[in-house]
């Protein structure tokens, strides 16, 4: 397949080209995230090989040669982008000799408070999968005058209160009163998409809502997205595919969109404003509580863990314990969640284990005070096999805290390996006979059991050294297994991903690949289904339910909360169109100082929309293995085979998805590059946040051939390792 190629005429006084180095630098920031692939159009260039041209305010004519390889060009197959200027200027261009079924004029459509209107300045617009609807502040101006006898196939309209599409623009009659331009007789749109044979063009007017300024606007940075939507061929989509697949793949999808990159600080007023989301107090919550982010690893991070931690100190655990519940009090007392039903429990960490019991007993005080728990209610401590074997007084009070509830323990066994172990410096926390010992006593407390385990190990690329894994498992009669792919490259930052003998000895993604094929079948042979890409459990065991995680992939039913450092909260409208979701401190310190001041931790936030809302929904859906159809049309009122059309049909071309019946099915393959999939629903709108955070101009190419950018402040980022989701 080609590359993906777009290019910028040049030559005719145009005002946005690839090297532009102000006003525009975000709109070729967006395309840089899409291809690197960006160049001036010269007259003896080969137009044939470009996916899109984009000509940014021509102000000199085209020669016949140039219009003449244009119009071949897209009646060909090509797409063609036109930026006005604002309409009071004279365009000194033979753009409308290119199609006389379009003609780009002076007029002005909507003007910034520097122009002239009688209606409100800076019409704002509201943008929802292939439907623009339009109020409120925002700026759009100049236009085009279209013949409607040409029948454009997609067009907006102004008229004095409003901006809106019709299917059929020639049952349009939009008449404007009270400008002092004269255009009363004639049809005014700020955008046009007209298909032309094979290729299609859109005529947007004007440019200026994409300059820097205003391309901070999330509406103007939404409708540029969906004018490249709109333009953009299935081969923008399958090298999207392609080069994610390449990339390494987590497996984890705990976040869901976005990732925590895409958050913005959270500010005192905002926490006390919440409750202008209207929740729906009759649903339940999944509560994840880190107790503390502490770890007694002899090799930090056990050599591969990228999760935030730090050493055991009991000092910052008592502070981080009471912080915690002092969070747990002041959201129950803002949010009134005492109110409503607690579905499931999760205690995480760091190692939940090594929780000082008298400081457990308060915590679980404060939950018993705070929150409705009943005998449905699942609540899940993780921790090591030594711990469960020498702290067991932790299950013990969970026992007698919460003594109807539904009680299950998540064991971190990694392997059985003891080389391995040694190596993670896990020897003590997995030594012989722990497991066992561990399950034997959580089964006798009536505790439900789970195991955590890796593949794809440092020099156990062979697929032997797994099923030995599996079958000790099977052997234990673990009812729940997870299972994760070993993820370990330089960017972790652990004592695993600094030793070059270490890296050196992974398998390669091939092998990774087919192992995980192998993992996946012996299995299913061995009576275990998949719940998520990385959960498996026993046919027909009621024992082998996983709650929490069921509770995390249905927010249109269950709300999140998180209490801790680097906890995660999603809430959601009643209405399903908006949401919040919010992410305490990732370090300790600062969580402190955030409980200490506010009593309520949330340090950076991310508002859903209903785009981004859809876009949550589905990648929670992809960690469960499946997307319903009829899921998504009750709760967006729209068809997903529609809404990310293209997005399917790349996916499906690369046999990480089937779509059949009801449902849309990751495929084995699918599981093992669930990022991808994930991921590559999210693109374009990961392009726009990414574009509208990190700007500047494109100033070098690093040495792998990643654009580098640079801010206002002298910043650097390299957008390569940014990343919002997948």
């Known amino acids: 397949m080609k590359d993906v190629r777009i290019a910028f ?177 004639r049809e005014k749109a700020i955008l046009v998409y007209k298909k032309f044979d094979k290729g299609a063009v859109v005529y947007f007017g004007s440019r200026w809502s994409f300059s820097d300024e205003r391309f901070n606007q999330n509406e103007n940075s939404t409708l540029l997205r969906k004018i490249i939507e709109l333009l953009m061929d299935i081969e923008y989509y399958n090298l999207d595919v392609e080069t994610r697949m390449n990339k390494v793949q987590r497996h984890r999808l705990l976040h869901g969109f976005p990732m925590p990159d895409a958050s913005v600080e959270v500010d005192n007023f905002y926490i006390k404003n919440i409750n202008e989301l209207d929740i729906d107090f009759n649903k339940k919550i999944a509560l994840g509580i880190i107790p503390h982010p502490m770890c007694n690893p002899k090799i930090k991070a056990c050599g591969y863990c990228p999760f935030p931690h730090e050493n055991y100190n009991q000092e910052r655990m008592e502070k981080s314990v009471l912080s915690v519940i002092k969070e747990l009090n002041s959201i129950t007392d803002n949010f009134k969640f005492n109110q409503r039903e607690i579905s499931s429990i999760y205690f995480g960490g760091g190692t939940a284990t090594l929780t000082d019991n008298v400081l457990f007993e308060k915590l679980c005080d404060s939950i018993l005070e705070n929150l409705k728990i009943t005998k449905e209610t699942e609540i899940t401590l993780e921790g090591t096999p030594y711990d469960f074997v020498n702290n067991k007084v932790l299950l013990k009070t969970l026992k007698t805290y919460f003594k109807h509830a539904d009680l299950r323990i998540s064991i971190g066994i990694q392997t059985f390996d003891d080389e391995i172990l040694q190596k993670a410096g896990r020897d003590i926390n997995n030594a012989k006979g722990l497991v066992e010992e561990a399950i034997k ?87 275990y289904e998949p719940v998520t890409v990385t959960d498996f459990r026993l046919k027909n065991c009621p024992e082998s339910r996983y709650q929490y995680e069921e509770d995390l992939r249905t927010p249109e039913k269950i709300d999140w909360i998180g209490i801790g450092s680097y906890a995660i909260s999603v809430l959601i409208d009643k209405s399903f169109k908006k949401a919040v979701k919010m992410i305490n401190p990732t370090e300790l310190d600062k969580y402190l100082d955030k409980i200490r001041l506010n009593q309520i931790g949330w340090h950076t936030r991310f508002d859903l929309k209903e785009d981004d809302l859809k876009l949550y929904w589905i990648t929670r859906q992809i960690k469960g293995t499946k997307i319903s159809i009829s899921d998504y049309q009750k709760l967006f009122k729209r068809d997903i085979r529609q809404d990310f059309k293209n997005e399917l049909t790349a996916l499906e071309s690369k046999k990480l998805i089937n779509i059949k019946d009801d449902y849309i099915y990751l495929t084995v393959e699918g599981f093992y590059y669930a990022d991808t999939v994930a991921g590559h629903f999210a693109w374009m709108r990961v392009n726009e946040l990414a574009t509208r955070r990190y700007l500047g101009k494109v100033v070098k190419k690093t040495l792998f051939g990643h654009s580098r950018y640079r801010n206002e402040c002298d910043v650097w980022y390299n957008d390569s390792a940014i990343h919002y989701m997948g």
């Open 9 to 185: 005429t040049s030559g005719h006084n145009e005002s946005i080209l690839p090297d532009t180095s102000k006003n525009f630098l975000k709109l070729i920031s967006f395309f840089t995230k899409i291809t690197e692939n960006i160049e001036v159009l010269e007259e003896d260039s080969d137009f044939s090989e470009y996916s899109l041209i984009i000509a940014g305010s021509p102000e000199k004519a085209y020669s016949e040669n140039y219009t003449e390889k244009l119009r071949a060009y897209i009646k060909n197959g090509g797409k063609f982008l036109f930026l006005t200027k604002y309409g009071k200027y004279d365009l000194n261009t033979n753009i409308n000799e290119l199609f006389p079924e379009i003609r780009v004029n002076k007029d002005v459509v909507c003007c910034n408070d520097n122009h002239f209107m009688d209606f409100p300045h800076k019409p704002f617009v509201k943008i929802k999968s292939d439907e623009f609807n339009f109020n409120e502040e925002i700026i759009y101006d100049a236009g085009c005058t279209i013949n409607l006898a040409c029948e454009p196939d997609y067009v907006v309209y102004l008229n004095k209160d409003n901006y809106y599409t019709i299917p059929n623009p020639r049952l349009i009659g939009t008449r404007f009163k009270g400008i002092k331009q004269s255009f009363n007789d």
């Open 441 to 527: 006593i959580a089964r006798e407390s009536g505790f439900r059991v789970s195991g955590d385990f890796m593949f794809n190990l440092p020099d156990r690329s062979s697929f032997d050294y797994i099923k030995k894994d599996l079958e000790k498992a099977i052997e234990l009669g673990l009812e729940h297994i997870c299972w994760y792919n070993l993820v370990l490259n330089e960017s972790i930052n652990t004592s695993w991903s600094k030793d070059k003998e270490i890296l050196n000895t992974l398998p390669d993604s091939k092998i990774s690949l087919e192992n995980w094929k192998q993992l996946y079948d012996l299995l299913i042979k061995n009576n």
